[in-house]
């Protein structure tokens, strides 16, 4: 039978600032205290824990909003251990749910997990458990997979329920939820529903409210910015893995840190690099066995290896607290998983650096990779969990979204980083409390507004009159009136449009054309172009938007830093209302690698 979703209007109470809830009158009060000192061995609570739990405990259904790191498990671990009956906690990912076990089973609390890869008689034994009135275990985890394929399971939650056991729902990385398509409705009424999230855009949010039929809902939320962590963005050249060996050496020598990369192939190759730079590295991914990983996790826990090269297979329940930096090797899928990536480092609170290299040419070979669902599986990473194939497609448009955001918070050089992530997450910064904490922030710069309309409308124009069949390189070469040979070959010298930006810097113009494409106005339509597996990508015309801007009813201005010391000064000749201004030469962009995005990208395993 087709879902058809409700619009259900929600009810979002905000708990954070309510006084209720960090009471110590509870009748729970005392016992809580008591386990959290003697079960888990803390001597307090961290900022929302005590008040999240009040509000379960109460009956209420919570949306807990905090980052990595923050303690969210506690918050259902106590009242699980409290309250009689059994909670069940849906998690994405079985080494995490692992992870938590071996805690909750060192602690003494009966917890065990359900997944489709167990020995179908240990499942048995399992089940049989949950239908004794005396069922031993306190937590019980399953993946969303396990909930949305299994009828059994689903039947034994009913029975549960029935006989009043079902104590409370809990959904890990409850983000995830709006790639689990709308098949999960629990139609228990069960005492509360605790939805725990690491992101908190507004849309994700709208698919959870969807997704599970919230109706009550009490938020806590914490501010996401991460004070102690140090962003940047640095152009990614072919120099790059000695860029990240000088980085190391200048700033974190023997530390502790992870550098993600997007193929198992780069793990190794970064990783052998950097061991022969004398750091003591390895590479973690999902090619290698499951004894092979732990041997590496334990190395890294003991500091016997500092350095881990990982693809995002690595970090989740991942507690270690003196992570100093987390580099990207290459572009993340979403600013959601790089802020999460980052939260890893620092956890301490002391100073840490987040680096990562940008290129332009990554964006391609990540969007072929999403589009190929070559990705390694991780809960924010395009593909993740398809139990729905009728929901590929909306999964797939979510995931190029997703990327298109990241590329564009990169190619920004002025705005806050802090704020530009933040925003992402619907928090309000001001970039002022920032105090040059990221590379943006700590330039030297003004900033000279430019509206470059006309050269966005000659860019498009050019992409249509050219056929479609070009990459943002070869575009930019015929722009800017190149005469090279690649260029001549296709006679675009007798186009008119051939040259009209030659008045412009590279960088300058790049940056008009990717604006174009982060906005949407151009796509790039990236192909396996030949049996090696190499990626090519053309770019295309979104009509439907690059209608409003030839019919001159947008605008759009873009803010170019302008260098302290200005060195040749040009003219912008294509924008008439503005051609007095003049600026100096954008430093000179590696990322404009010309034709990169045609030539053969390195293969991806
Ligand atoms: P999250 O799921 O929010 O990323 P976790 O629940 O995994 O975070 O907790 C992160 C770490 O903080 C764990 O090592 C946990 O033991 C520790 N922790 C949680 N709450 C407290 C507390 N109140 N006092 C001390 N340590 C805590
Ligand atoms: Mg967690
Ligand atoms: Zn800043």
């Known amino acids: 039978e087709p879902y058809i979703p409700k619009f259900i209007e929600v009810n979002y109470i905000e708990g954070s600032n309510d006084p209720k809830w960090s009471s110590t009158n509870f009748p729970w009060t005392k016992k ?16 929302n824990q005590r008040e999240v739990i009040n509000a379960t405990m109460s009956g209420f259904d919570v949306f807990v909003l905090m980052p990595t790191g923050g303690g969210k498990s506690l918050t259902y671990q106590l009242p699980a251990l409290i309250c009689p009956g059994i909670t069940l906690v849906i998690s994405p990912l079985v080494s995490l749910i692992q992870d938590q076990i071996m805690h909750l089973l060192q602690a003494n609390i009966s917890a065990t997990y359900l997944s489709a890869n167990m020995e179908w008689t240990e499942q048995q034994e399992i089940l049989r458990e949950l239908c004794s009135d005396y069922c031993k275990y306190k937590l019980l ?9 299994s009828d059994v399971l689903l039947r034994h939650l009913d029975s549960l329920n029935a006989r009043g056991l079902l104590a409370r729902i809990v959904i890990d990385e409850a983000h995830c939820v709006s790639q689990w398509g709308h098949d999960f409705r629990p139609d228990y009424k069960v005492f509360s529903l605790n939805l725990f999230s690491t992101t908190a855009t507004a849309s994700v949010k709208e698919d959870v409210v969807q997704a599970l039929g919230l109706v009550n809902c009490i938020v806590f939320r914490q501010s996401f910015n991460r004070q102690n962590l140090w962003y940047s963005v640095i152009p990614k050249t072919k120099k790059c893995l000695d860029d990240i060996d000088k980085f190391i050496k200048e700033n974190h020598f023997d530390e502790c840190g992870i550098i993600y990369c997007l193929s198992r192939m780069d793990c190794e190759k970064v990783a052998e690099k950097l061991q022969e730079c004398g750091h003591k590295a390895a590479f973690y991914h999902g090619n ?7 041997f590496i996790q334990k190395q890294w826990s003991k500091d016997e290896i500092n350095i881990i090269c990982a693809t995002v297979a690595f970090g989740m329940g991942i507690n270690k607290p003196d992570v100093r930096f987390v580099i990207h090797h290459s572009l993340p899928k979403s600013i959601e998983g790089y802020h999460q990536e980052c939260g890893r480092a620092g956890r301490d609170g002391q100073r840490s650096s987040c680096v990562l290299y940008y290129s332009y040419s990554d964006y391609i070979r990540v969007k072929h990779m999403i589009i190929q669902g070559q990705m390694e599986q991780s809960p924010w990473t395009p593909g993740y969990n398809r139990t729905n194939m009728t929901n590929s497609e909306r999964v797939l448009e979510k995931n190029t979204e997703n990327l298109l955001r990241m590329v564009s918070y990169c190619e920004n050089d002025v705005d806050c980083r802090r704020l530009l992530q933040l925003l992402h997450f619907g928090e309000k910064f001001d970039s002022g409390n920032c105090k040059k904490t990221c590379d943006n922030c700590s330039k030297i710069k003004t900033l000279v507004e430019k509206d470059v309309t006309e050269i966005a409308k000659q860019l498009v124009e050019l992409v249509k009159i050219t056929g479609q069949q070009f990459s943002s390189s070869h575009i930019l070469e015929v722009y800017r009136g190149s005469l090279n040979q690649h260029v001549k070959r296709y006679r675009h010298e007798t186009l008119s449009l051939h040259g009209a930006g030659k008045h412009l810097a590279k960088g300058e113009a790049s940056r008009i054309l990717r604006h174009l494409v982060t906005e949407d106005f151009l796509v790039e339509d990236v192909k396996k172009s030949d049996i090696y597996g190499s990626v090519s990508s053309v770019l295309k015309v979104n009509e439907s938007k690059a209608h409003n801007l030839c019919s001159s009813r947008q605008t759009i201005i873009l803010r170019f830093p302008s260098a302290v010391k200005p060195s040749k000064q040009s003219k912008f000749d294509a924008t008439p209302a503005k051609s007095s201004l003049t600026y100096g030469k954008q430093s000179p962009s590696p990322v404009d690698t010309p034709a990169q995005a045609a030539q053969p990208q390195s293969e991806v395993d």
């Open 32 to 47: 809580l205290e008591a386990y959290n000192k003697k079960v888990f061995g803390n001597h307090s609570f961290r900022p």
């Open 141 to 149: 985890y399953v993946t969303p997979e396990k909930v949305a394929k």
């Open 288 to 294: 290698m066995d499951s004894a092979q990983r732990a």
